[in-house]
């Protein structure tokens, strides 16, 4: 593992599937994960699942679910004056663009995503939203290799 979260830029899961993780400054994970649970094409109440590995995790929804993508968990925790969320399981179709907006009143909100099963040489991805608004979207291999272009400037 390395330092920071230049881990995420390479091709790999930490979860079946690949991975989605939220980041946003100044805001308890607790309540970051309540708005992107609001977000959900299907009603979701998120509830603990304790300290779980991403293993766990992926063994208890294949029980309650049947299936790791028949199903969600968000795994939330801080660092500072950071808070994160991880998706895992069929998070890839769940969430949408409807209800209110996981930024809004202001937040930073920063998001990873890797599709390791998409079928398709899918980059992560890097996308910065504020007050409602998407700042910034690029792949992490910073080319025009998949969707949105090449960003401008030095990456």
Known sequence: MTDGIAWLAAPQSIAWGGYSVMIAP????????????????????????????????????????????????????????????????????????????????????????YEEENGKPVPPSFTYRHDGNRMCVFNLHLDGSWGHGSPEGPP
Do not use: C, N
């Open 26 to 113: 100044d805001l308890e994970s607790e309540s970051l994960a309540r708005r992107i649970a609001e977000t959900t094409h299907r009603p979701y109440e998120p509830r603990p699942i304790g300290e779980l590995t991403g293993r766990q995790v992926q063994d208890l929804m294949e029980g309650l679910y049947g299936d790791v993508l028949d199903g969600i968990a968000l795994r939330h925790g801080e660092l500072d004056e950071w808070s994160y969320v991880i998706k895992y399981g069929g998070w890839q179709g769940e969430f949408g663009s409807g209800g209110r907006p996981v930024d809004r009143g202001g937040l930073h909100v920063f998001q990873l995503e």
